[in-house]
């Protein structure tokens, strides 16, 4: 099975603070994702990578930060955090290549409250 | 433009109803992937069915079936007999040929399967 984890559960901020979230895969999934989820707004993709040190921004990639310096860990970093990013962070990961359509798998989310 | 639409925000029933979700999308693109997920209370979204533009045999996995039509542009979803543990929201997605980092969600039915 797909297993896709995530460091935290629940986490508790200030504003102003760097946070990290991590998100780890381990079926050598090439692409991870990571989205937010908040009510009435449905899921949102904030960036992406394809590969190892390579990334691109997805919809709503302001305020947010990625790193992948390893193929199976995808980190997403809030530079400093501010109250409007209190949400749900929800990281996926897929097979490579943007020709096919494949399944994203996701990870059990971490929701972030920023205070 | 690319869209998929949930028009039922939440749906009730009673245990052992049947209950179909509905889900339309819009794609100009002949190659496409339709995808339901289920996100339980805990939070991760579980992936339930993947289903490519030119698959329309409809699918069965035990309570939970699949109805696809290209002519109505539709993908929905029915669960026979629903019990308390089907409780969830459900999403419809959809991605595109060659853009497989995109995946494009529906908002969500939630359903609440009374006992």
């Known amino acids: 099975d797909v297993k896709v984890t995530q460091s935290s559960r629940y986490l508790v901020k200030r504003t102003g603070e760097k946070v990290f979230l991590e998100c780890v895969q381990d079926m050598d999934h090439e692409n991870m994702f990571w989205y937010r989820q908040d009510p009435g707004l449905g899921l949102r993709l904030i960036y992406f990578?394809?590969?190892?040190?390579?990334?691109e921004k997805g919809d709503i990639p302001e305020g947010y930060s990625v790193s992948r310096e390893k193929k199976e860990r995808f980190s997403l970093i809030l530079e400093s955090a501010s109250t409007n990013q209190t949400s749900m962070y929800l990281c996926a990961s897929s097979f490579g290549g943007r020709a096919s359509g494949e399944t994203q798998y996701f990870g059990p989310g971490t929701r972030l409250l920023v205070l | 433009a690319q869209k998929v639409t949930q028009a039922q925000t939440e749906i009730s029933v009673v245990e052992k109803e049947d209950v179909t979700l509905d889900c339309v999308y819009e794609?100009?693109?002949?190659?496409?992937?339709l995808f339901w997920y289920k996100q339980p209370p805990s939070g991760e979204l579980v992936f339930l069915i993947r289903?490519?533009?030119?698959?329309?045999q409809n699918e069965i996995s035990g309570r939970y079936s699949w109805n696809f039509q290209k002519s109505t542009s539709s993908f929905n979803f029915t669960i026979t007999a629903s019990q308390v543990v089907d409780s969830a929201v459900y999403f419809c997605a959809l991605s595109l040929e060659g853009q497989g980092f995109s995946f494009i969600f529906g908002k969500g039915t939630r359903l609440l399967v009374k006992p």
């Open positions: 289903r490519n533009s030119f698959d329309e």
């Open positions: 794609t100009r693109d002949t190659t496409y992937y």
């Open positions: 990578s394809y590969d190892v040190k390579m990334k």
